[in-house]
């Protein structure tokens, strides 16, 4: 079946840092990938989004790239600040009505 | 102007009782959604219902029952609670089911 898997956390990263959080799917055809952000006491926010192959999603100076070949969808941002501290969930949607198939989530912490 | 908001934020209750948790979204869309976020915050959704008809419904004890009065509206009510029903509750809308979801603040529900 579809499922998505992330890398466990939690992160702990300096301010200003790079960042990578890995994100890979499995899923028949070709759905559409999100990454949606969750901050303490909230719930989630889409971040950004990819629906085809070779697509670049970017929000807020994050990005991710569609990458069919390795089925991937990892995110990215070169300076992270004390205020992206949060949980980030990787999601799928299989055109099954908007269900959102979501990976673990990953726990980023930002120290100043 | 909250675009989803659920009520009660917190939920504390008796094994065995009834209780229900309210949704409305005013952003106009015609999908909503149940998600369950577990203590290591893994979310599933539970249902899903589009101009009030019900189109997802995973697998999930019949004790919970969904409610749709209208297309802004969706409402879950859950019989004869368990202590492993304890969870964060999302609430979610979109429109068309294209996964880009706009989510509640979540409804804390603690069974003791």
């Known amino acids: 079946g579809n499922s998505v898997t992330q890398m466990e956390g939690p992160v702990t990263l300096s301010e200003e840092a790079f960042l990578t959080i890995n994100c890979t799917y499995t899923?028949?055809?070709?759905?559409?990938l999100f990454w949606y952000v969750q901050y303490p006491g909230e719930g989630l926010q889409l971040l950004l989004k990819?629906?085809?192959?070779?697509d670049k999603g970017s929000n807020k100076g994050f990005e991710a790239t569609y990458r069919k070949e390795t089925t991937s969808f990892h995110l990215e941002k070169g300076s992270v600040q004390v205020s992206d501290s949060a949980v980030y969930f990787c999601a799928l949607d299989y055109n099954q009505g908007g269900k959102l198939i979501f990976g673990q989530g990953t726990e980023l912490s930002v120290k100043p | 102007d909250t675009a989803v908001s659920q009520t009660p934020k917190y939920l504390v209750t008796q094994m065995g009782n009834d209780k229900s948790i309210k949704c409305e979204q005013n952003l106009g869309h015609d999908t909503m959604y149940w998600y369950k976020q577990d203590s290591k915050k893994f979310l599933k959704i539970m249902f899903s219902y589009n101009n009030k008809e019900l189109i997802i419904n995973e697998t999930v004890p019949n004790r919970f029952s969904p409610k749709s009065p209208d297309k802004a509206h969706l409402n879950l009510h859950i019989n004869s609670l368990e202590l492993g029903d304890s969870a964060v509750y999302f609430c979610?809308?979109?429109?068309?089911?294209?996964?880009?979801?706009?989510f509640g603040q979540g409804t804390r529900l603690t069974v003791v």
């Open positions: 990819a629906t085809k192959a070779d």
């Open positions: 979610a809308s979109s429109q068309g089911g294209n996964g880009e979801a706009f």
């Open positions: 899923a028949t055809g070709y759905p559409s």
